[in-house]
């Protein structure tokens, strides 16, 4: 199997003409033995400063060698030193693990040779320090040196070796020439490849960042790869769906019955097939998509690589992101219209006229109008239906935004915008569009409530900056990743998360527990806070999204009455403050009480998260169709599935829903918020209430009169299964069921 060199003479690296070392003579004829089983001076002539990995170009650079040789007077070692001299290989040499394990993680070597023939010397143990010191360690070649093994004798496994993460092993041999060959053998081998799998991360990352969906799949479409735009265009986790059936996982009714011949008619003969796919989303709906799907190996196929992006008459919740202009662009664009109204020569008069064209093209723009309804962020009436319909069904992103530059929440977090812009795009893209209620908008709503609360003066006295950044983070995540679905269904289906939460805050710990992880997998916005910060940030946003849950209502409201709105009448009781502290005193002790502020803002997430039936009218109905049809949706799904209907009142061609809501409001809102008001001071808030729950209550009566079939025995008093996770022990059974309600 051995060939012989053309020549006698070698190129060294940089193409010159390097004869062969006179102490070292070559062997020739028929006494060639393996070290020459390379044509070195012709494969070194071939060699260039460049190589192509698929249509990537990479440079090749001069490979760096680690010896590894424990003994200061070694042969193998300065035969090892002399072949890379020979060849103007980088090399460092190293006496010890500690010095080896050094030199390794700083210079970035991609090759070590390290001797394994002494046996006080741990070589395995520093193989695999060095797999594990860098992510460097994933890609290095590393050779060990074995003793020289007799031709009659038998020859040790490598199978130890292998294991402890060597990639070969070399005999030892005290020949220049073979020592050389080995090295260039693995330079144009293992280590190029190395190379090439580091460049492939590249890749990788501009697959991660693409817009495009990209799927991955073996001959049998089983799933190895997708990207984050995958994630975010079905639906589906990445761990949820590597290794499944991509043809049983993601195919819809809607795609023709020939679309799998034509995809594989295309593919068998090397070409790709490019057309509409419609994809089954994780939630069930269809998504007509562009795709491509194209063959990828060599004379098999090996692979399948599919690209989509949504169609062009399809709205997508993930177009290109609308920046609002900020106020100051805002006041600079309504001086221009301002001056155009004020004539002065007859230039400007001329000129009106294109002037108003343009502002009036502006002002009817999505941009300039989500700007304009932005300064209004922390108002009561804030629309945030309107927010969704101007942001392309991204109001999250962008009020959120607002929201914390105003609260100044990059500054406590010590990051930038631009990372918390990529957290909350990440956030929003885990709540499920296709809830009706459920889902990203609901979320900036209740954000917003909470940043209108956190502006209430007693709010504003008692709370810490981290409370305050906290109550915002929880706002943000307290219902992501919803299925659209309540507790109890999940429990009485034995869904996966009711298995893991053990049947307790089912959804409350879901969120919270699922916002964490993502955030510290893609997006770790808390990486720059102190440790001890962080904990607390991380307990209190817990706590909060925990305190949602309204199997525990009850329970938060009597706590709240008790500890902040008692000691506030104790107050206001005493004459001349003689026995009670000023209500300025006051605050500034509940402001130092912990447990205080923990009873304060969980009433304060609470609040912003029912809030709807205290919003303006039209707010208040449209939220409530939403709830009631996602609660439609579950009660059809229950009955399909012959599962316990927890919520009767909604079913869909008899529910009541005037009379839901009011029992909601009588059951639930009321009392929390007039408790609410008597702490945080909220008129406005309470004359929405009244007036909504009029509305609702006029309504419910005249459905009562002109409907013969009303739904009067499921009336708030005579219903029978709770929603909303409420309790039915410790309170009155009345009006259970209701519309406008809590995640669970």
């Known amino acids: ?173 005290i020949n220049v020439d073979a020592c050389l060959n080995e090295l260039v053998t693995l330079e144009m081998g293992e280590v190029r490849n190395m190379w090439r799998l580091m460049a492939a991360s590249a890749v990788f990352v501009a697959l991660e960042n693409t817009e495009d969906a990209v799927q991955i799949t073996n001959e049998n479409h089983e799933i190895q790869y997708v990207n984050a735009s995958f994630e975010k265009m079905c639906g589906f986790r990445r761990e949820d769906v590597l290794g499944k059936d991509e043809r049983n996982l993601l195919h819809s009714d809607k795609n023709g019955a020939d679309i799998f011949n034509a995809i594989d008619s295309n593919i068998n003969r090397g070409t790709m097939w490019e057309g509409v796919y419609h ?26 690589v599919t690209v989509r992006n949504q169609s062009a008459d399809v709205p997508s919740p993930y177009d290109t992101i609308f920046h609002p202009p900020s106020p100051d662009v805002l006041k600079y664009l309504d001086n221009i219209w301002r001056k155009t ?87 929003e893209s885990h709540y499920h569009a296709n809830n009706p209620y459920h889902n990203s908008t609901h979320a900036a709503d209740v954000l917003q409530a909470t940043a209108y609360f956190l502006e209430c003066s007693r709010v504003q006295a008692i709370l810490t900056p981290m409370d305050k950044v906290a109550a915002l983070l929880a706002a943000a995540v307290h219902d992501v990743d919803h299925p659209g679905r309540n507790n109890a269904f999940l429990c009485n289906s034995n869904d996966p998360l009711a298995l893991l939460y053990n049947d ?15 955030t510290m997998e893609k997006v770790n916005i808390f990486n720059e806070l102190p440790r001890e910060d962080y904990r607390s940030l991380r307990q209190t946003i817990i706590d909060m999204v925990l305190a949602t849950d309204m199997s525990h209502h009850f329970e938060h409201v009597s706590k ?127 004359k929405h209430l009244n007036e909504n729950y009029a509305y609702w209550n006029e309504r419910a009566l005249h459905q009562n009169q002109t409907e013969e079939n009303s739904v009067s025995t499921q009336s708030p008093m005579n219903s029978e299964s709770p929603a909303n996770d409420a309790p039915a022990s410790s309170e009155p059974s009345g009006a259970v069921t209701f519309t406008t309600g809590p995640s669970s």
């Open 504 to 518: 307790v805050s089912v959804l409350e710990s879901h969120h919270v527990s699922f916002a964490f992880q993502v």
């Open 279 to 304: 994809v089954k989303r994780r939630e069930g709906e269809s998504l007509p998509c562009r795709s491509r799907v194209s063959p990828a190996g060599t004379s098999s196929i090996r692979h399948l």
């Open 560 to 686: 709240f009455n008790n500890a902040i709105l008692g000691r506030l009448e104790d107050e206001h009781s005493t004459v001349g403050g003689q026995s009670g502290d000023s209500d300025s005193a006051l605050i500034a002790r509940l402001a130092q009480q912990p447990d205080s502020r923990r009873v304060i803002k969980r009433i304060l997430i609470k609040a912003a998260d029912i809030n709807n039936p205290a919003r303006p009218q039209a707010l208040c109905r449209e939220w409530t169709n939403r709830i009631a049809q996602e609660y439609f949706q579950q009660t059809d799904e229950e009955k399909k599935r012959s599962l316990p209907v927890v919520m009767p009142i909604f079913e869909r061609h008899s529910c009541n829903i005037p009379k839901s809501q009011v029992g909601f409001i009588d059951y639930f809102v009321r009392d929390m918020f007039e408790a609410w008001d008597t702490f945080a001071t909220v008129p406005t808030i309470i």
């Open 341 to 427: 109204k004020r004539p002065s020569d007859v230039t400007s008069i001329s000129r009106r006229p294109s002037v108003q064209r343009i502002h009036s093209m502006i002002i009817k723009t999505p941009i300039y109008q989500m700007g304009l309804l932005l300064q209004q962020a922390t108002s009561w009436e804030f629309s945030i239906i309107e927010m969704e319909r101007l942001s392309n069904k991204k109001p999250l992103y962008h009020l959120g935004m607002n929201i914390f530059e105003r609260f100044r929440v990059r500054e406590f977090l010590n990051c930038t915008d631009e990372m918390l812009g990529q957290w909350l795009n990440l956030v």
């Open 1 to 173: 199997m051995g060939c012989t060199p053309s020549k006698d003479r070698r190129r060294d690296s940089s193409g010159g003409p390097s004869p062969v070392p006179a102490d070292n003579p070559r062997p020739s004829g028929d006494s060639i033995g393996p070290w020459s089983l390379l044509p070195v001076g012709d494969y070194m002539r071939e060699t260039s400063k460049e190589t192509l990995f698929g249509s990537m170009r990479l440079s090749i650079k001069t490979m760096q060698v680690l010896l590894v040789f424990p003994k200061a007077e070694d042969a193998q070692g300065n035969t090892f030193q002399q072949a890379c001299e020979r060849r103007s290989y980088k090399y460092h040499l190293s006496r010890n693990a500690s010095s080896a394990l050094e030199t390794f993680i700083n210079q970035q070597s991609d090759l070590v040779i390290i001797d394994c023939r002494q046996s006080d010397f741990e070589a395995e143990k520093l193989c695999r320090a060095m797999r594990c010191a860098s992510k460097h360690g994933e890609y290095a070649v590393i050779l060990a040196l074995t003793d020289h093994v007799d031709r009659n004798a038998s020859i040790p496994s490598v199978l130890p070796l292998l294991t402890a993460g060597f990639n070969r092993a070399f005999s030892e041999i």
